[in-house]
């Protein structure tokens, strides 16, 4: 991994993947770092996020994945954020703490969903008793309101947060609401933070914003394509980039319709990739075979400007 430098441009969300009878596979975690980096050129990961399950997993697992990511990661990818949120504040001060000693490149918080803070001082007070338990990594939050139901704007929750969370570093910002995202890059005037983008099917109207990155699941397949559309927008040749978002939108639109979720992103990564990642674990459930062979078939249609 690369110390101190500074994140920008694509984070895969990594899948959890899992043996068929849903325990966690580490055993194919030193393959997934390989694909990403030789065939996605995608060499930041966000691990134990929505797309990891992070949630569905228990306390030894999250601290052998993120383990396991640090560990095959270390000369080959960039940064390994570890998502460490959850609705008990102990556990997730302790997943902080290993995150820290493992040596993780940023640790994320989700804000707590089933009793959730009301307001900005609710929410500050539950990150800096995590965050401050890795004094020295730097530290996300991660927005992602459709799954939380907590929708405090950002905007408003940036306002001095540096002085309370000393190791506040950006957001991971999985909302629709752009005009909130340029609110908090126009008060980013010295640019000490980093805001990445989570909404993969509108990423270049983030862009186009000033945000300066993206997590999201489909850099896991489509981080390549996706890395052209950042190049392209950087030139500038906005034509080619947004016929790059239109592609990766077409296939989302289509997928989207049929239900997507974490376990369709498990599936599709597979055939992708050939890595098997396995179920989900549940309430979600496996892709249906219809799913699969209409996704496939889709992706396979695709017609992109490179050529492939
Ligand atoms: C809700 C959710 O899982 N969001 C992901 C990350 O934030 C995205 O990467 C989406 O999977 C993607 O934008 C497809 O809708
Ligand atoms: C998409 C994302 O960032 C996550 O899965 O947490």
Redesign the pocket.
């Given at each position: 991994m690369t110390p101190g430098k500074k994140l920008q441009g694509l984070v895969a969300?990594t899948v959890t993947p899992m043996t068929p009878d849903g325990q966690i596979n580490l055993s194919v975690i030193r393959q997934y770092v390989d694909y990403l980096v030789s065939e996605q050129n995608v060499k930041n990961v966000f691990v134990n996020g929505?797309?990891g399950e992070g949630l569905s997993l228990n306390i030894q697992e999250r601290k052998q994945l993120a383990e396991e990511w640090v560990c095959q990661g270390k000369d080959k990818l960039d940064h390994v954020i570890i998502h460490v949120g959850a609705l008990s504040l102990p556990e997730s001060q302790e997943l902080a703490r290993h995150a820290a000693a493992i040596g993780a490149s940023a640790i994320a918080v989700i804000a707590p969903f089933f009793f959730k803070p009301t307001n900005k001082g609710e929410l500050i007070a539950f990150l800096q008793k995590v965050a401050s338990e890795a004094p020295a990594v730097p530290f996300y939050y991660y927005h992602?309101p459709?799954?939380t139901g907590v929708t405090i704007r950002v905007e408003e929750l940036l306002d001095g947060i540096k002085e309370q969370i000393p190791t506040f570093q950006g957001v991971k910002f999985?909302d629709t609401d752009l005009l909130d995202l340029a609110q908090c890059i126009n008060k980013n005037e010295r640019e000490q933070f980093v805001f990445l983008y989570?909404?993969?099917?509108q990423l270049l109207s983030a862009l186009a914003i000033g945000a300066n990155g993206a997590?999201?699941?489909?850099y896991n397949y489509l981080g390549r394509k996706t890395n052209l559309m950042l190049q392209a927008f950087a030139k500038p040749d906005l034509a080619l980039a947004q016929k790059y978002q239109f592609l990766t939108g077409e296939f989302?639109n289509f997928v989207?319709k049929l239900g997507?979720?974490?376990a369709q992103?498990k599936a599709v990564m597979t055939f992708v990739s050939g890595i098997p990642m396995g179920p989900p674990r549940l309430p979600l459930v496996d892709a249906s075979e219809e799913f699969i062979v209409k996704a496939k078939a889709k992706l396979d249609s695709i017609v992109w400007p490179d050529g492939d």
């Open positions: 969300a929505t797309t992602i459709p799954l999985s989570g909404v993969d099917e997590v999201g699941s489909t989302l989207i997507f979720g974490v992103t």
